[in-house]
Protein backbone atom coordinates (compact mmCIF):
# COMPACT_ATOMS: atom_id res chain seq x y z
CA UNK A 1 0.00 0.00 0.00
CA UNK A 2 1.09 3.50 -0.73
CA UNK A 3 1.70 5.91 1.89
CA UNK A 4 -0.76 8.23 2.71
CA UNK A 5 0.62 10.07 5.71
CA UNK A 6 -0.34 13.88 5.49
CA UNK A 7 2.08 15.81 3.55
CA UNK A 8 2.28 18.26 6.66
CA UNK A 9 1.40 18.59 10.31
CA UNK A 10 -1.54 21.01 9.63
CA UNK A 11 -3.06 19.52 6.49
CA UNK A 12 -5.93 17.87 8.23
CA UNK A 13 -7.83 16.55 5.01
CA UNK A 14 -5.02 14.49 4.29
CA UNK A 15 -4.65 13.52 8.04
CA UNK A 16 -9.04 12.35 7.56
CA UNK A 17 -7.83 10.55 4.35
CA UNK A 18 -4.76 8.45 6.17
CA UNK A 19 -6.72 7.54 8.92
CA UNK A 20 -9.58 6.51 6.72
CA UNK A 21 -7.44 3.90 4.84
CA UNK A 22 -5.34 3.03 7.64
CA UNK A 23 -9.48 0.98 8.55
CA UNK A 24 -10.02 0.34 5.21
CA UNK A 25 -6.33 -1.56 5.20
CA UNK A 26 -7.10 -3.11 8.47
CA UNK A 27 -10.84 -4.41 6.87
CA UNK A 28 -9.30 -5.54 3.59
CA UNK A 29 -6.35 -7.17 5.03
CA UNK A 30 -8.37 -9.09 7.93
CA UNK A 31 -10.24 -12.10 7.61
CA UNK A 32 -13.69 -12.54 6.71
CA UNK A 33 -15.24 -12.60 9.84
CA UNK A 34 -13.41 -9.83 11.49
CA UNK A 35 -14.64 -7.55 8.54
CA UNK A 36 -17.88 -8.75 8.83
CA UNK A 37 -17.67 -8.04 12.69
CA UNK A 38 -16.57 -4.57 11.87
CA UNK A 39 -19.99 -3.62 10.37
CA UNK A 40 -21.92 -5.43 12.46
CA UNK A 41 -25.49 -4.15 13.87
CA UNK A 42 -25.91 -4.49 17.70
CA UNK A 43 -28.61 -4.65 19.59
CA UNK A 44 -29.05 -1.68 21.39
CA UNK A 45 -32.65 -2.25 22.92
CA UNK A 46 -32.11 -3.13 26.50
CA UNK A 47 -32.64 -7.04 28.11
CA UNK A 48 -35.99 -7.63 29.63
CA UNK A 49 -36.31 -7.13 33.28
CA UNK A 50 -35.80 -10.11 35.48
CA UNK A 51 -39.73 -11.87 35.94
CA UNK A 52 -40.25 -14.20 39.36
CA UNK A 53 -40.60 -17.44 38.52
CA UNK A 54 -44.31 -19.77 38.40
CA UNK A 55 -45.62 -19.71 42.16
CA UNK A 56 -44.95 -23.32 43.31
CA UNK A 57 -47.25 -23.45 45.71
CA UNK A 58 -50.93 -24.97 45.79
CA UNK A 59 -53.50 -23.85 48.48
CA UNK A 60 -54.61 -26.51 50.27
CA UNK A 61 -56.89 -24.87 52.92
CA UNK A 62 -57.17 -21.99 55.73
CA UNK A 63 -57.62 -22.69 59.71
CA UNK A 64 -58.71 -20.42 61.88
CA UNK A 65 -59.10 -20.88 65.31
CA UNK A 66 -61.56 -18.50 67.59
CA UNK A 67 -59.99 -16.06 69.55
CA UNK A 68 -56.49 -15.70 68.23
CA UNK A 69 -54.93 -12.58 67.13
CA UNK A 70 -52.17 -13.97 64.87
CA UNK A 71 -55.35 -14.74 62.61
CA UNK A 72 -55.55 -17.30 59.68
CA UNK A 73 -53.10 -20.35 59.04
CA UNK A 74 -52.44 -20.88 55.44
CA UNK A 75 -52.18 -24.23 54.62
CA UNK A 76 -49.75 -24.40 51.12
CA UNK A 77 -48.17 -27.65 49.33
CA UNK A 78 -45.58 -27.49 47.27
CA UNK A 79 -44.23 -30.70 45.45
CA UNK A 80 -45.17 -33.41 48.90
CA UNK A 81 -44.39 -30.79 51.38
CA UNK A 82 -46.84 -28.91 53.62
CA UNK A 83 -46.52 -25.58 54.44
CA UNK A 84 -48.20 -23.94 57.43
CA UNK A 85 -48.24 -19.95 57.38
CA UNK A 86 -49.59 -16.69 58.68
CA UNK A 87 -50.00 -13.75 56.68
CA UNK A 88 -46.66 -11.41 56.94
CA UNK A 89 -44.76 -14.77 57.70
CA UNK A 90 -41.73 -16.24 55.09
CA UNK A 91 -42.53 -19.38 53.80
CA UNK A 92 -38.79 -19.86 53.36
CA UNK A 93 -35.60 -18.22 52.15
CA UNK A 94 -37.54 -16.92 48.33
CA UNK A 95 -40.96 -16.28 48.98
CA UNK A 96 -43.55 -14.27 52.02
CA UNK A 97 -46.93 -14.69 52.35
CA UNK A 98 -47.60 -10.83 52.54
CA UNK A 99 -51.38 -10.34 52.34
CA UNK A 100 -54.43 -12.56 52.75
CA UNK A 101 -57.21 -11.27 50.70
CA UNK A 102 -60.77 -12.37 49.59
CA UNK A 103 -60.32 -15.18 47.99
CA UNK A 104 -56.54 -14.85 46.86
CA UNK A 105 -53.04 -14.83 48.55
CA UNK A 106 -50.45 -12.11 47.51
CA UNK A 107 -47.01 -13.98 48.13
CA UNK A 108 -43.67 -11.94 47.47
CA UNK A 109 -40.79 -13.21 45.85
CA UNK A 110 -38.26 -12.17 47.97
CA UNK A 111 -34.86 -11.73 45.20
CA UNK A 112 -36.97 -9.06 43.36
CA UNK A 113 -39.85 -7.86 45.53
CA UNK A 114 -42.21 -9.36 42.58
CA UNK A 115 -45.75 -9.84 44.15
CA UNK A 116 -47.93 -12.70 42.88
CA UNK A 117 -51.61 -13.79 43.00
CA UNK A 118 -52.38 -17.19 44.43
CA UNK A 119 -55.98 -17.63 44.29
CA UNK A 120 -57.91 -20.02 47.14
CA UNK A 121 -59.27 -22.90 45.84
CA UNK A 122 -56.74 -23.32 42.70
CA UNK A 123 -54.77 -26.14 42.59
Known amino acids: WPSLAPTSPICLPCASIAALCSRIRVLCCSSGAQAARAFATSDWNPPPPPQAPPLPFQFLGR ?11 IHLRRDKEVISVREGERIDEQYQLARLGAGELEIVYLPLAAKQILVMGSR
Open 63 to 73: TEVLGDAKGAV
